[in-house]
């Protein structure tokens, strides 16, 4: 899998969860691209939810500004998600991707193995 999130589970509404996503190196370096967290839930279009450009700067979905924090770690190829405070409406399977261009394999966008947040009580 050349992109692997993880970290999902079940909160409880109030709760928090960090996700990471790490990216082969044989895949390409986040190093000097942007980088994505997006989320679709169930029966849903795939949205983005926050980003952060090579040189750290970060932009977050309206709906969880002040709640989710975009963070990377350029030695270990991996992003990260702290998602606080999180709401039964953030439930959805998250992956991470490249920005501003979908990562692609044999022309193909390319998604790799997302991980299931689900918020309920």
């Known amino acids: 899998v050349q992109l692997q999130a993880s970290g999902g589970g079940l909160v409880q509404p109030g709760g928090s969860l960090r996700l990471s996503c790490a990216v082969s190196r044989s895949f390409f370096s986040i190093n000097g691209n942007g980088m994505g967290w997006y989320r679709q839930a169930l029966g849903k279009q795939r949205e983005l939810v926050a980003q952060?450009?090579?040189?750290?700067?970060?932009n977050y979905k309206d709906s969880v500004k002040g709640r989710f924090t975009i963070s990377r770690d350029n030695a270990k190829n991996t992003v990260y998600l702290q998602m606080n405070s999180l709401k039964p409406e953030d439930t959805a399977v998250y992956y991470c991707?490249?920005?501003?261009?979908?990562?692609?394999?044999?022309?193909?966008?390319?998604w790799g193995q997302g991980t299931l947040v689900t918020v309920s009580s």
């Open positions: 991707n490249s920005r501003p261009s979908i990562a692609r394999i044999n022309g193909r966008h390319y």
């Open positions: 952060i450009t090579s040189i750290g700067s970060t």
